[in-house]
């Protein structure tokens, strides 16, 4: 990436409070207890609120009440809270983004893909594949945050890019220029926080999976899921054309393609889970 289109990525991030890159690190830290974790998420209480929420949502659809934030902790797992605290550290780029982009379609598609990238998963973890489903979630709710950067730059004209992709009638990663690709502006987002290497990646190359053979399989899941997500109508434009999935892709994840049908299929019919994560993510 250019030296003027960093800055400009750059500058169009948030800051990091010192209270969540506490929380982020001890977190991220696989030696962080359980008790860790919780002594430090309570340093936040909009973030404890946001645990608690998640852990009484539909989306884990236990039949009792979750009241305490260990017991929350325990039960949603790192990689679920790591989502919940990266998608709070974007509110304030959700906040300068300007219309005509659609932040609520943006965060819908967001949220089916990671909810699709858990459930295949969760799917492949049947045939013995040691994929951990939350960290999927993860990285697939932010697949596309490069997207949500590009607009808090420039709004106006990265619709305008959109509309272009639609006329022409190619998907939109395939018109944009390489050094201000959004896959490139969400890795570039990655590595400004910090992020785990596996993160960053699975952001950056989710349009090329098949480019990082050590980490082939989860941004394969990541991509397939992206795709299934515009398949069913949970597109960040109506309009837009959807990717089409390579087979080397389909390959490598080793599901037929009617069964990757039957899996997305099932996370989108499941609506209050979608709007268990909508929920949280429209408080911000």
């Not at 699709?116 to 492949?124: D, N, P, T, V």
């Not at 053979?213 to 941004?219: D, E, Q, S, Y």
């Not at 997500?229 to 109506?238: D, M």
């Amino acid at each position: 990436m250019e030296q003027k289109a960093f800055s400009r990525a750059v500058s169009a991030l948030p800051s990091l409070t010192a209270v969540l890159r506490r929380i982020f690190a001890v977190v991220e830290d696989s030696n962080s207890s359980v008790l860790d974790i919780t002594r430090v998420l309570q340093m936040d209480p909009a973030i404890t609120g946001k645990v608690l929420r998640l852990a009484n949502s539909a989306y884990i659809g236990i039949p009792h009440t979750v009241s305490s934030i260990q017991n929350a902790v325990t039960l949603l797992g790192t990689r679920r809270i790591q989502s919940l605290i990266l998608v709070s550290i974007l509110s304030s780029v959700k906040k300068n983004v300007c219309a005509p982009f659609p932040v609520i379609s943006y965060w819908r598609h967001s949220v089916c893909t990671a909810l699709i990238a858990e459930a295949i998963a969760k799917s492949l973890r049947r045939f013995d594949c040691a994929i951990d489903e939350n960290e999927l979630f993860s990285a697939a709710i932010l697949h596309d945050i490069g997207k949500l950067i590009a607009a808090t730059m420039d709004s106006e004209s990265f619709v305008q890019l959109y509309k272009q992709s639609i006329l022409k009638e190619v998907p939109f990663f395939m018109i944009e220029n390489e050094e201000e690709a959004h896959s490139s502006l969400g890795g570039y987002y990655a590595e400004h926080w910090g992020f785990p290497n596996e993160l960053k990646q699975c952001i950056q190359m989710h349009h090329e999976p098949l480019s990082d053979k050590k980490l082939a399989l989860r941004i394969s899941i990541i991509h397939v899921a992206d795709i299934m997500s515009h398949v069913l109508g949970f597109k960040i434009f109506s309009e837009e054309v959807t990717p089409m999935i390579q087979e080397d892709v389909l390959n490598l994840i080793g599901l037929p393609l009617e069964r990757l049908r039957v899996i997305a299929q099932s996370v989108i019919e499941d609506q209050k889970s979608i709007e268990a994560f909508m929920d949280i993510v429209n408080e911000i």
